[in-house]
């Protein structure tokens, strides 16, 4: 079995986890002073966000050298003593690599936008004229740059600029960055954005639906997108075959997703069935558990989440600020088929973080989307209100550690739940549980919802999500030993009594 099959990812948003010299900005430092606390709640896995020198126009998205470390992050030693600490303590890393397009000041686009006749000019994408593609951060994907009078594609920011993939030295640069991170010790990678890498150039414009959004067709999933992640894949694996991939797709179809993970492919990929949630909706969670099941079978896994950096804090969003609520979903998210990953922070139930003002919003998206609502002669206040909407520094706010004091961050504080440490402990005894006894390569031998519970059996061990009123179900499993439960239940040969919003996790007795 694949090492990442059992394991427990941690995502560390890199300047918000552990700041070690109070200056504000997390850093591997600060990590290393935790491993012993990841060890302890029972992660086996890290992924750090980038921690490449950046301009930091999206935070670290925006990479301007793939072979450093950004100095607020620390040294060499200090990223070195840090893997050494994590693998001493049987916890694994993977980095975010960035591939789909640099920082504007790497020197690779300074080189390619200083003359037509660089020799690094079509490692970017380049036209006379634009086309009607839009960035994911809104406007137009395309720049003008004065200097040599055409444009530039970025699919996300202008100071983000796509890679030429249709060019065979950008994957063989792309290549060099891979090995380097690998002969550093790293044990994987999370490929950002990776199904947008532009590997073809047709330029055809984009259709738009029925509300007059834009619609994704030819900017995205191009042809030769799967060869390209094979290339990639090919390259990962020859130099070690327990190396993982993990692949971020920016898309919201399951099929789709899931076509680039498998044999010579992505190990797994980021599917949104739980992390686009936007409310609790308990009928729509059990579908999503249901084509989860129907689509990933024998050995291909989703990922299992419901924060990133990328989206709120779950503790508002879908548990309405209600522990127990909070807590069946974190039961779901460490009980159920794939593979988990838990955002920093999730442990300990934290909430999300608000800006004020404008000048307290750090998000690109949310600073872009103030600015199109100010246009729209918004009030600053509702064009504030619009941009949190959509703002990602609620769930990036730096840590207030119990054991430390701390007055300075770069962002602001997230919001401290009052009962964090009860909330570790669930995570931790969830996460203990799942070591224990449950492997992935289980399928679900039942998977089935009754009113608002939602109940499935993996393995032998059995799980109850009473997210709704005191009800009752008849016992299928017979003699039942309780592993884990924050509530009161009855089980009997017959029934299973069970109250409101309750969490109850057992064993089939052989
Ligand atoms: C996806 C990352 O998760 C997000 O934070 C970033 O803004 C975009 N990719 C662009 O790199």
Same mark, same amino acid.
């Given at each position: 079995m694949n090492w990442w099959e059992e394991t427990v990812f941690y995502e560390i948003y890199m300047p918000s986890f552990n700041d070690s010299n109070q200056d504000g900005i997390g850093d591997f430092r600060g990590i290393t002073g935790k491993i012993d606390y990841l060890k302890e709640l029972g992660i086996g896995g890290i992924w750090l966000t980038p921690y490449y020198?950046?301009?930091?126009?999206d935070n670290g998205y +925006?990479?301007?050298?793939?072979?450093?470390? +950004?100095p607020i992050y620390g040294n060499w030693e200090d990223f070195n003593l840090f893997i050494k600490k994590a693998h001493d303590a049987n916890i694994r890393v993977i980095v975010d690599l960035v591939v789909n397009h640099t920082s504007d000041e790497h020197t690779w686009f300074i080189e390619s936008r200083s003359s037509h006749n660089n020799p690094k000019r079509d490692w970017y994408i380049w036209r006379k004229q634009p086309n009607n593609w839009e960035s994911f951060f809104g406007g137009s994907a395309w720049t003008l740059d &004065? %200097?040599? =009078?055409a444009y530039y594609y970025h699919s996300?920011?202008?100071?983000?600029v796509d890679l030429n993939w249709t060019h065979s030295e950008v994957k063989q640069a792309i290549f060099e960055v891979i090995d380097f991170w690998i002969d550093k010790g790293i044990d994987g990678f999370r490929l950002d954005v990776i199904n947008n890498l532009s590997t073809s150039c047709s330029f055809k414009d984009n259709p738009y639906d029925e509300e007059g959004k834009q619609i994704h067709l030819n900017d995205v999933n191009q042809p030769g997108i799967l060869e390209a992640i094979k290339s990639i894949e090919e390259h990962v694996k020859k130099r070690n075959s327990s190396l993982f991939t993990v692949g971020e797709i920016s898309s919201d179809r399951l099929d789709l997703i899931e076509q680039y993970a498998g044999p010579d492919l992505l190990d797994v990929t980021f599917n949104? %069935?739980?992390?686009? *949630? &936007?409310k609790l909706d308990i009928d729509e969670m059990f579908l999503q558990l249901k084509q989860m099941k129907e689509t990933y079978q024998e050995n291909r896994y989703p990922t299992l989440f419901f924060g990133s950096h990328d989206m709120p804090r779950f503790w508002n969003? *879908?548990?309405? =600020?209600d522990l127990r609520v909070y807590q069946l979903l974190a039961a779901l998210l460490l009980t159920s088929r794939g593979v988990p990953f838990i955002y920093y922070g999730d442990e300990l139930g934290t909430g999300d973080f608000v800006p004020h003002s404008l000048e307290e919003i750090k998000d690109i998206q949310a600073i872009n989307r103030y600015h199109d609502e100010k246009n729209k002669n918004k009030t600053d206040q509702a064009a504030l209100l619009e941009a949190n909407k959509v703002n990602r520094d609620r769930s990036r706010a730096s840590i207030q550690w119990w054991d430390k004091k701390q007055d300075h961050s770069w962002i602001g504080f997230a919001k401290k739940n009052p009962d964090e440490k009860q909330i570790f402990q669930w995570f931790k005894q969830l996460l203990a549980l799942r070591k224990k006894y449950y492997r992935a390569i289980y399928d679900y031998q039942i998977l089935n919802k009754e009113n608002d519970l939602i109940y499935y059996q993996l393995g032998k061990v059995v799980v109850l999500l009473n997210f709704g009123k005191k009800t009752k179900l008849d016992n299928k499993w017979g003699n039942l030993d309780m592993l884990l439960s924050n509530g009161k239940v009855q089980v009997s040969n017959e029934q299973i009594i069970i109250t409101d919003k309750t969490t109850w996790i057992g064993k089939v007795r052989v």
């Amino acid at each position: 079995m694949n090492w990442w099959e059992e394991t427990v990812f941690y995502e560390i948003y890199m300047p918000s986890f552990n700041d070690s010299n109070q200056d504000g900005i997390g850093d591997f430092r600060g990590i290393t002073g935790k491993i012993d606390y990841l060890k302890e709640l029972g992660i086996g896995g890290i992924w750090l966000t980038p921690y490449y020198p950046s301009p930091k126009v999206d935070n670290g998205y +925006d990479i301007s050298d793939y072979f450093s470390i +950004d100095p607020i992050y620390g040294n060499w030693e200090d990223f070195n003593l840090f893997i050494k600490k994590a693998h001493d303590a049987n916890i694994r890393v993977i980095v975010d690599l960035v591939v789909n397009h640099t920082s504007d000041e790497h020197t690779w686009f300074i080189e390619s936008r200083s003359s037509h006749n660089n020799p690094k000019r079509d490692w970017y994408i380049w036209r006379k004229q634009p086309n009607n593609w839009e960035s994911f951060f809104g406007g137009s994907a395309w720049t003008l740059d &004065e %200097n040599t =009078k055409a444009y530039y594609y970025h699919s996300f920011s202008e100071k983000q600029v796509d890679l030429n993939w249709t060019h065979s030295e950008v994957k063989q640069a792309i290549f060099e960055v891979i090995d380097f991170w690998i002969d550093k010790g790293i044990d994987g990678f999370r490929l950002d954005v990776i199904n947008n890498l532009s590997t073809s150039c047709s330029f055809k414009d984009n259709p738009y639906d029925e509300e007059g959004k834009q619609i994704h067709l030819n900017d995205v999933n191009q042809p030769g997108i799967l060869e390209a992640i094979k290339s990639i894949e090919e390259h990962v694996k020859k130099r070690n075959s327990s190396l993982f991939t993990v692949g971020e797709i920016s898309s919201d179809r399951l099929d789709l997703i899931e076509q680039y993970a498998g044999p010579d492919l992505l190990d797994v990929t980021f599917n949104f %069935n739980f992390g686009s *949630l &936007e409310k609790l909706d308990i009928d729509e969670m059990f579908l999503q558990l249901k084509q989860m099941k129907e689509t990933y079978q024998e050995n291909r896994y989703p990922t299992l989440f419901f924060g990133s950096h990328d989206m709120p804090r779950f503790w508002n969003r *879908l548990a309405s =600020k209600d522990l127990r609520v909070y807590q069946l979903l974190a039961a779901l998210l460490l009980t159920s088929r794939g593979v988990p990953f838990i955002y920093y922070g999730d442990e300990l139930g934290t909430g999300d973080f608000v800006p004020h003002s404008l000048e307290e919003i750090k998000d690109i998206q949310a600073i872009n989307r103030y600015h199109d609502e100010k246009n729209k002669n918004k009030t600053d206040q509702a064009a504030l209100l619009e941009a949190n909407k959509v703002n990602r520094d609620r769930s990036r706010a730096s840590i207030q550690w119990w054991d430390k004091k701390q007055d300075h961050s770069w962002i602001g504080f997230a919001k401290k739940n009052p009962d964090e440490k009860q909330i570790f402990q669930w995570f931790k005894q969830l996460l203990a549980l799942r070591k224990k006894y449950y492997r992935a390569i289980y399928d679900y031998q039942i998977l089935n919802k009754e009113n608002d519970l939602i109940y499935y059996q993996l393995g032998k061990v059995v799980v109850l999500l009473n997210f709704g009123k005191k009800t009752k179900l008849d016992n299928k499993w017979g003699n039942l030993d309780m592993l884990l439960s924050n509530g009161k239940v009855q089980v009997s040969n017959e029934q299973i009594i069970i109250t409101d919003k309750t969490t109850w996790i057992g064993k089939v007795r052989v």
